[in-house]
Structure formats: structure tokens, C-alpha cells
């Protein structure tokens, strides 16, 4: 039994022939190559998010003592079970949840169309999910129970679309940036019709959920959403493998025997559903799925997006937003889209700038 984590394509596994960086590890009998400085990028981004954590349902209005937080995290009974386990905890572990997710499908999408501008929040599918969600919560349509399950809807009608547009033969990188930045505008712009023909205080309502908030979730959305993404798991294992196979150019793919179309349309579907049921659990927080593969490949510098960084990077910056958002303007709380949109949107005319500069022969 085999396993990397970084290169492309996948090494030998030999304890005495390996790739420089990597090393063995054997586990009853099986034996996984493993990238050395992924590994310790993923470790320490562990330990990182673990003291967000902590500070997450440490710090609010009233401040709970580490100690206290930890006996209601472990089950033991405290004086701060209100504070901690039902106000904080929930809201804290749909933010873990949401993140990891983005970050994965923001990881899987950019891989497929090899261009890191491709996001779920900028090739339209955020706002297929958003579109059809508020549709319905303008005009009354369903009851909230059912409107994850109309983001997750949303987003896979809008990247289906997406896909069918771009596909020429193949599916061109650029082509389809461009065609998913068109359909993303359009569909905002659905959007915003839905909101100014429906009730006020209901158009106010879908507006705060547009721009990403945390406020008021629970476990009614936790548990469904950690439930959906213990089911995708195996999918994601799979992904983990399938994408060494995407990174390599066409004819090199094709001679090895990868069926890149299908590939490609497993990777893509897979992402789609992740970013579609985390925006169903949160809203659309907007360049989270940017942010974190692109970060996780330059931290672990590996040849491939590391889906298991960046999946802990998505849901560090979720969680830290969000208790940005909370305390940043106390009482007042911010939804949590804002604080990422705020880091987002430079990097996002960052690698605009860059890829440009790259394009005309200068250096990166």
C-alpha cells in the first residue's frame, strides 16, 4: 500500500531509492511516502488552529478561563457550560466545518483548471448557490431547514453550466475562468432582482446571509454539514490521489492511461458539492477557497495543492474572521464574509498583477 503527499508524479516507493524531502512511514505493515515539509506544515498548522480554538471560546463579552473552556470541550461540568457549549462551541465548530470545506473545494477546483484565480466564489458557483437560496428566502418559498439543500442545488446547476460553456474538445484553463467570472456576474445580478421584488425585512435577511455570517449557527447546522462531509471523506481520499494524475500535462496522462475527462469532472463535482453545502450552512464567504490552496502550496512548496493544508488553513482563517468579527467592533458583530473579503480582495488584485507580470516576461 502506497500514499504521497506533495510531487507529481507519484515516487517509487523504495526506503533506499526516494525522492529528496520525502521519507517512509510504516504503519503495520504499510508503508506511506510522505512529503517532510508538508508533514510539518500540517502539524504545525494543527497546533495553530487548536489555540484559535481555544482563544474562540475563551474570548467574547465575558471572558471564560482556558481551563473552564476545556472542562465544557471534554464533557465535564462547569460553570461556563452556557457560554461555551451552546453559544460558542457550535458557531465555533460550523466555522471548522465551513472552512475545511472551502478550502478543499477551492483546492480541487484550482487544480482542475490549473489558474489560481479559480475559486468557487469567483467562477460563479457561490453565486448559483446564492441565487437559487435567496430566491426562495425572498419570496417564502421553503422553510430554512430546506435551504442548504437548494445552495448545494444552486451551486451544481451553475457549475454544470459553467463546465458545458467552457468544454471545447477539452477544458481550457482560461476559457474556463472567463466563462465562470460571466456567469458569476449574471447570477449576482439574478440575485439582486430577487431581492428588490420580495419583502423588505426578508431581502434584508438573505443580504446578511449573501455576505457570510456565523451569527445565531448551531448545531442544527453543524451536525447535518459534519455528517455531509463524513460522507464525502472517502471522495476527498480519492481526490487526494486523482488530482497527482491531473497536474501532469495531457499527452503525459493520456500515455500513463488516466481518463483526464473523468478525472477532471470527479474533481470538479466533488468541489462544487463542498463549497455549494458549506455556503448552504453559512452563506458565501468570499475568498476563502482563494485564499487557502494557494497559501497551503507555497507554505508546503509542493508541486500540488496539499488538500490536507489546505483544508486546516480554511478553517483557521474562518475561525480567526470570525472572532475578529465578533470583537473587532463590540458590541456590534460583523458577518464574517466581511473580514475575509477585507484580506481576500487585495490578494485577489494580487495575483491579477502577478499573473500579468509573469505573462510579459517579468519575474514573479
Same mark, same amino acid.
Given at each position: 500500500?502506497?500514499?504521497?503527499?506533495?510531487?507529481?508524479?507519484?515516487?517509487?516507493?523504495? !526506503? /533506499?531509492?526516494?525522492?529528496?524531502?520525502?521519507?517512509?512511514?510504516?504503519?503495520?505493515?504499510?508503508?506511506?511516502?510522505?512529503? &517532510?515539509? $508538508? *508533514?510539518?506544515?500540517?502539524? #504545525?498548522?494543527?497546533?495553530?488552529? $487548536?489555540?484559535?480554538?481555544?482563544?474562540?471560546?475563551?474570548?467574547?463579552?465575558?471572558?471564560?478561563?482556558?481551563?473552564?473552556?476545556?472542562?465544557?470541550?471534554?464533557?465535564?461540568?462547569? !460553570?461556563?457550560?452556557?457560554?461555551?457549549?451552546?453559544? /460558542?462551541?457550535?458557531?465555533?465548530?460550523?466555522?471548522?466545518?465551513?472552512?475545511?470545506?472551502?478550502?478543499? @473545494?477551492?483546492?480541487?477546483?484550482?487544480?482542475?483548471?490549473?489558474?489560481?484565480?479559480?475559486?468557487?466564489?469567483?467562477?460563479?458557483?457561490?453565486?448559483?448557490?446564492?441565487?437559487?437560496?435567496?430566491?426562495?428566502?425572498?419570496?417564502?418559498?421553503?422553510?430554512?431547514?430546506?435551504?442548504?439543500?437548494?445552495?448545494?442545488?444552486?451551486?451544481?446547476?451553475? *457549475?454544470?453550466?459553467?463546465?458545458?460553456?467552457?468544454?471545447?474538445?477539452? =477544458?481550457?484553463?482560461?476559457?474556463?475562468?472567463?466563462?465562470?467570472?460571466?456567469?458569476?456576474?449574471?447570477? /449576482?445580478?439574478?440575485?439582486?432582482?430577487?431581492?428588490?421584488?420580495?419583502?423588505?425585512?426578508?431581502?434584508?435577511?438573505?443580504?446578511?446571509?449573501?455576505?457570510?455570517?456565523?451569527?445565531? /449557527?448551531?448545531?442544527?447546522?453543524?451536525?447535518?454539514?459534519?455528517?455531509?462531509?463524513?460522507?464525502?471523506?472517502?471522495?476527498?481520499?480519492?481526490?487526494?490521489?486523482?488530482?497527482?494524475?491531473? #497536474?501532469?500535462?495531457?499527452?503525459?496522462?493520456?500515455?500513463?492511461?488516466?481518463? =483526464?475527462?473523468?478525472?477532471?469532472?470527479?474533481?470538479?463535482?466533488?468541489?462544487?458539492?463542498? *463549497?455549494?453545502?458549506?455556503?448552504?450552512? @453559512?452563506?458565501?464567504?468570499?475568498?476563502?477557497? =482563494?485564499?487557502?490552496?494557494?497559501?497551503? &502550496?507555497?507554505?508546503?512548496?509542493?508541486?500540488?495543492?496539499?488538500?490536507?493544508?489546505?483544508?486546516?488553513?480554511?478553517?483557521?482563517?474562518?475561525?480567526?474572521?470570525?472572532?475578529?468579527?465578533? &470583537?473587532?467592533?463590540? !458590541? #456590534?458583530?460583523? !458577518?464574517?464574509?466581511?473580514?475575509?473579503?477585507?484580506?481576500? @480582495?487585495?490578494?485577489?488584485?494580487?495575483?491579477?498583477?502577478?499573473?500579468?507580470?509573469?505573462?510579459?516576461?517579468?519575474?514573479?
Amino acid at each position: 500500500m502506497t500514499a504521497t503527499l506533495g510531487t507529481t508524479p507519484e515516487p517509487a516507493l523504495n !526506503p /533506499r531509492i526516494r525522492p529528496a524531502g520525502y521519507a517512509v512511514l510504516r504503519v503495520r505493515g504499510a508503508a506511506f511516502m510522505v512529503h &517532510r515539509r $508538508a *508533514a510539518v506544515v500540517a502539524t #504545525t498548522l494543527t497546533v495553530l488552529l $487548536a489555540a484559535a480554538c481555544l482563544a474562540y471560546l475563551c474570548v467574547g463579552e465575558s471572558f471564560v478561563q482556558p481551563v473552564e473552556a476545556l472542562k465544557v470541550v471534554f464533557g465535564q461540568p462547569s !460553570p461556563d457550560e452556557l457560554v461555551v457549549g451552546t453559544l /460558542r462551541e457550535p458557531r465555533m465548530v460550523v466555522g471548522l466545518l465551513v472552512g475545511a470545506a472551502f478550502g478543499v @473545494a477551492g483546492g480541487l477546483i484550482q487544480t482542475v483548471a490549473r489558474n489560481p484565480l479559480a475559486s468557487p466564489d469567483i467562477i460563479g458557483i457561490s453565486q448559483g448557490a446564492s441565487a437559487l437560496t435567496v430566491g426562495a428566502m425572498t419570496f417564502g418559498l421553503t422553510s430554512y431547514a430546506v435551504l442548504p439543500y437548494l445552495s448545494v442545488l444552486g451551486g451544481v446547476l451553475a *457549475a454544470a453550466l459553467v463546465y458545458v460553456f467552457a468544454w471545447r474538445g477539452g =477544458l481550457h484553463a482560461t476559457r474556463f475562468v472567463l466563462i465562470g467570472i460571466g456567469f458569476a456576474i449574471a447570477l /449576482r445580478s439574478i440575485t439582486t432582482l430577487f431581492m428588490t421584488k420580495g419583502d423588505y425585512l426578508v431581502a434584508q435577511q438573505a443580504q446578511i446571509w449573501m455576505t457570510g455570517s456565523l451569527n445565531g /449557527r448551531g448545531w442544527a447546522e453543524a451536525n447535518p454539514l459534519g455528517l455531509t462531509l463524513l460522507v464525502l471523506l472517502p471522495f476527498v481520499l480519492w481526490a487526494a490521489r486523482a488530482q497527482r494524475s491531473v #497536474t501532469l500535462d495531457d499527452d503525459t496522462a493520456t500515455a500513463l492511461g488516466v481518463r =483526464l475527462g473523468r478525472v477532471r469532472l470527479g474533481l470538479v463535482a466533488l468541489g462544487v458539492v463542498l *463549497a455549494s453545502v458549506a455556503t448552504g450552512a @453559512a452563506g458565501p464567504v468570499d475568498f476563502v477557497a =482563494l485564499l487557502a490552496p494557494q497559501i497551503a &502550496r507555497r507554505l508546503t512548496r509542493t508541486a500540488q495543492i496539499p488538500l490536507l493544508s489546505s483544508a486546516l488553513l480554511g478553517a483557521l482563517i474562518v475561525v480567526l474572521a470570525d472572532l475578529l468579527a465578533r &470583537r473587532l467592533f463590540a !458590541p #456590534t458583530e460583523l !458577518p464574517v464574509g466581511v473580514l475575509t473579503a477585507a484580506v481576500g @480582495a487585495p490578494y485577489l488584485i494580487w495575483l491579477i498583477v502577478r499573473s500579468r507580470t509573469v505573462r510579459n516576461g517579468g519575474t514573479a
